[in-house]
């Protein structure tokens, strides 16, 4: 049982190149979420989905686009990079439903150039 | 105001002390609340849920106050293990972050 798999764990990226960052999950987890972290500003919503076929905007989606063609898979696609999307990624997981926690990813460090 | 607020710290304090956080909410109709716990350059990690009548587990105590809108967090008889960034989570199917406390415990 792995949990959640985020690949790579660290990227170097030039401006305007685009790029996906992986995510899958073995545990049959309805909701997934990915987030950024950065320094003084805690973890951000990007984009997160609630099954396979739906997904939202979270506080912070430009720049990025999701899709959930499985339960298993939550890809996180940046279209152009920008220094600004410097950060570190996690994707979570969780059973559906408000009384559950998530699970995370260890995490992807992402340098825009 | 933002939706969930958490003192920065840092809180520094010496082995075996007690100390307690709080995170304030602002949209009540928040269903469920967690405590996570993240170590430098790693994952947040669940650290516990908070019950409307407060649960413990082992040295730590977390507790809902819904009137006021904030959840707690106690340790009690600190650990250098126990340093970490604290952060609070609410779950109204849109989970929203707090950003941290930072504790470091020191001998």
């Known amino acids: 049982n792995a949990g959640v798999t985020q690949t790579p764990k660290f990227q170097v990226l030039k401006t305007g190149q685009s790029m996906t960052l992986q995510c899958a999950q073995d545990?049959?987890?309805?909701?997934m979420s990915w987030y950024r972290q950065d320094p003084g500003m805690g973890l951000r919503l990007i984009h997160y989905?609630?099954?396979?076929?739906?997904?939202d905007q979270g506080e912070v989606p430009n720049g990025y686009n999701v899709s959930r063609s499985t339960t298993e898979d939550f890809p996180l696609r940046l279209l152009s990079a920008a220094p600004s999307q410097t950060s570190v990624y996690f994707c979570?997981?969780?059973?559906?439903?408000?009384?559950?926690?998530?699970?995370f990813g260890s995490g992807t460090r992402l340098t825009v150039v | 105001r933002k939706e969930v607020e958490q003192d920065p710290g840092p809180f520094n304090v010496p082995e075996g002390a007690t100390v307690a956080f709080n995170c304030t909410y602002s949209n009540s109709a928040s269903q469920s609340f967690f405590w996570y716990r993240q170590d430098c350059r790693k994952e947040p990690k669940l650290l516990m849920s908070?019950?409307?009548s407060g649960n413990e587990d082992g040295r730590f105590t977390a507790q809902l106050n819904r009137a006021s809108q904030y959840i707690s967090l106690l340790i009690r008889d600190s650990k250098l293990s126990d340093s970490a960034t604290y952060l609070c989570l609410y779950n109204n199917n849109d989970m929203r972050f707090g950003a941290g406390t930072r504790l470091t415990v020191k001998p």
């Open positions: 979570a997981s969780s059973y559906s439903g408000p009384y559950y926690g998530y699970t």
């Open positions: 908070v019950y409307s």
């Open positions: 989905s609630v099954g396979a076929g739906i997904t």
């Open positions: 545990m049959n987890h309805e909701y």
